[in-house]
């Protein structure tokens, strides 16, 4: 389980690092061609796939344009700071309820803003209609998820925030609380392969949002307490949640909470899923099958296994895999702009002496030759960043497909071996024997002269289809049930209603 959990963490860090390294140059050469055909008047259109780039790029931008006035950090955390306990617990329920709602409706959002039926109708050669405004309406429906969705998220955050820095164990209380009521809801419930895979996207993309919170969290608690006037050598007040072992060692002691929360999600995740397993007889091969699902997604988006029906029906095959985890990536990229821009402002005004240099009304001819020394070390330090980061995402691409290719030589062995995890399976650790009793008891139990409604076990057919299903009771519970198509899973999303969606 934990191979399948690590593979699509991977996955959404890499979606994640898209934003920032691939998009914004693939939005300067879309930006350059769109450019070069209206001074040169040109007659080829640009395609449909740099029109996509385009406007993701300003769906970003325009977010973060709205968001900045709205979104200080500071500010939220001392109105959320400010309630009650109980009513924190009752925040950071609803929020976890409005972001998944948000990802449901907003991932079919982008998907029509980014198709190609909306995307060719965009051209500035075109006469206005109807049908060429339609894009504009998916983009300013896009908008307002992205912020919505974004404006959740930080809330989200913030509260976590204020959990880890409160005076007491808040923060293990809320996290086992939320945990525990995660447990109760999914494993006393019957389950099928399709119902374990949906969960297993949302325990994914649930768990990389958690840590890129808690490192978003611990990154600014860092810049504070560094910037802080505190003698570590005395004593001085830290929450309780930030660890029981107190040290001279400011990376335990930002660290530790981070540690606490990932160490319980994964705790709580081994155990709902031992115990879904467990209950409903799945084998653990399962997993395998969906890795190969997923490394299915992954080859044909890349450019030399792109299938022709994914082809024709999204123009930006980039998040692919994201889309079947329901990986909302838009949003947690403004996300950590909106916040990295607030700390890093922090970290500026520690290591300057003059802060008004940094502000938004300084002007040129107030400059020194040190301020522009700081400018240039800075812009140098975010370009080579810049250039890492778009390095390891480059890597990080290029071993994953290299990985999805090699996993699809044994698929075909793999889907034959997953069979016994096919509806109507056989019960784990019961012989021959042990099935032949119980089939004997419930014949007792599921007599005709009892006139009661037979009920089907794990391993079971109805037995109206055990006895020939005549097929007489059109679309009752009997033959309509087993006749229905179950679905495929490489046809089942995180948010396709299979039977409840996670």
């Given at each position: 389980?934990?191979?399948?959990f690590l593979?699509?963490f991977?996955?959404?860090?890499?979606?994640?690092l898209?934003?920032f390294?691939?998009?914004?140059?693939r939005?300067v050469?879309a930006?350059?061609r769109?450019l070069?055909?209206m001074?040169?008047?040109?007659?080829?259109?640009?395609?449909?796939s740099?029109?996509a780039d385009?406007l993701?790029?300003?769906l970003l931008?325009?977010?973060?344009?709205?968001?900045?006035?709205?979104?200080d950090?500071s500010q939220?955390y001392?109105f959320?700071?400010?309630?009650d306990?109980?009513?924190?617990?009752v925040i950071?329920n609803?929020?976890?309820?409005a972001?998944?709602l948000c990802?449901s409706?907003g991932?079919?959002?982008?998907?029509?803003?980014?198709?190609r039926s909306?995307?060719?109708?965009?051209?500035?050669?075109?006469?206005?209609?109807?049908?060429?405004l339609?894009?504009v309406?998916?983009?300013?429906?896009?908008?307002?998820?992205?912020v919505?969705?974004?404006?959740?998220?930080?809330?989200?955050m913030?509260?976590?925030?204020?959990a880890v820095?409160?005076?007491d164990?808040?923060l293990?209380?809320?996290?086992v609380?939320?945990?525990?009521?995660e447990?109760?809801?999914s494993v006393f419930k019957?389950f099928?392969?399709?119902?374990?895979?949906q969960?297993?996207?949302a325990?994914?993309?649930?768990?990389f949002t958690l840590?890129l919170m808690?490192?978003?969290v611990?990154?600014r608690?860092l810049?504070?307490?560094?910037?802080?006037?505190?003698n570590w050598?005395?004593?001085f007040t830290?929450?309780k949640?930030f660890?029981?072992?107190?040290?001279?060692?400011?990376?335990w002691t930002?660290s530790?909470p981070?540690?606490?929360v990932?160490?319980s999600?994964?705790l709580?995740?081994w155990?709902?899923?031992?115990?879904?397993?467990k209950?409903?007889?799945?084998?653990?091969?399962?997993y395998?099958r969906?890795?190969?699902?997923?490394?299915r997604?992954?080859?044909?988006g890349?450019?030399?296994?792109?299938?022709?029906?994914r082809?024709?029906?999204y123009v930006d095959?980039?998040?692919?895999?994201?889309?079947r985890?329901?990986f909302?990536?838009?949003p947690l990229?403004?996300?950590?702009i909106?916040?990295g821009?607030?700390?890093?402002?922090?970290l500026i005004?520690?290591?300057?002496?003059?802060?008004?240099?940094?502000?938004?009304t300084?002007?040129l001819?107030e400059?020194?030759?040190e301020?522009?020394?700081?400018i240039?070390?800075w812009?140098?330090m975010?370009?080579?960043?810049w250039v890492?980061?778009v390095?390891?995402?480059?890597i990080?691409?290029?071993?994953?497909?290299?990985?999805a290719?090699?996993?699809r030589?044994g698929?075909?062995?793999?889907?034959?071996?997953?069979?016994?995890n096919?509806?109507?399976?056989d019960?784990?650790?019961?012989?021959?024997?042990?099935?032949?009793?119980n089939?004997?008891l419930k014949?007792?139990?599921?007599?005709k002269?009892d006139?009661?409604?037979?009920v089907a076990?794990i391993?079971?057919?109805?037995?109206?289809?055990?006895?020939?299903?005549?097929?007489?009771?059109?679309?009752?519970?009997?033959g309509?049930?087993?006749?229905?198509?179950?679905?495929e899973?490489?046809?089942?999303?995180r948010?396709?209603m299979?039977k409840?969606?996670?």
């Open positions: 389980m934990e191979k399948i593979f699509g991977i996955l959404c860090f890499d979606s994640f898209y934003t390294t691939i998009l914004p140059i939005f050469l930006t350059y769109l070069t055909n001074i040169f008047l040109r007659k080829t259109h640009l395609p449909p740099q029109k385009i993701r790029t300003l931008v325009v977010s973060i344009v709205i968001l900045s006035p709205l979104t950090a939220i001392h959320i700071r400010g309630q306990t109980i009513k924190l617990y950071f609803a929020l976890e309820i972001d998944r990802a409706i991932q079919d959002i982008i998907d029509c803003l980014f198709s909306t995307l060719e109708v965009i051209s500035h050669r075109k006469v206005p209609t109807s049908h060429t339609r894009p309406l998916y983009f300013v429906l896009a908008l307002i998820y992205t919505s969705h974004t404006l959740v998220m930080v809330y989200q913030i509260s976590l925030n204020v820095n409160s005076y164990h808040a293990l209380t809320l996290l609380s939320n945990q525990f009521v447990i109760k809801g019957k099928e392969k399709d119902n374990l895979f969960i297993t996207c325990d994914i993309v649930e768990r840590f808690l490192v978003i611990a990154f608690n810049i504070e307490l560094n910037g802080a006037a505190f050598s005395e004593g830290l929450p949640s660890g029981w072992f107190r040290g001279d060692n400011v990376w930002i530790y981070v540690l606490t990932m160490v999600e994964m709580v995740d155990l709902k899923h031992a115990f879904i397993a209950f409903n007889h799945i084998r653990p091969s399962v395998e969906y890795t190969d699902v997923l490394c997604d992954l080859a044909s890349s450019a030399a296994g792109r299938r022709g029906a082809k024709h029906t095959q980039s998040p692919l895999v994201a889309r985890l329901g909302a990536s838009l990229a403004v996300l950590a909106l916040i821009a607030q700390s890093i402002n922090m005004a520690m290591h300057t002496d003059d802060w008004s240099a940094w502000t938004w300084w002007t001819h400059s020194t030759n301020d522009w020394i700081n240039a070390k812009v140098a975010g370009g080579m960043f890492s980061t390095v390891i995402k480059i990080m691409g290029v071993r994953l497909l290299s990985y290719t090699r996993r030589a698929m075909e062995a793999r889907i034959s071996a997953d069979a016994v096919d509806f109507g399976r019960p784990v650790g019961e012989g021959q024997e042990e099935r032949t009793y089939r004997d014949t007792l139990l599921d007599n002269r006139d009661a409604v037979p076990d391993g079971e057919r109805k037995p109206d289809q055990q006895n020939g299903g005549s097929g007489k009771s059109g679309g009752g519970g009997g309509g049930g087993e006749k229905r198509k179950r679905l899973l490489e046809d089942i999303t948010f396709t299979v409840r969606i996670w």
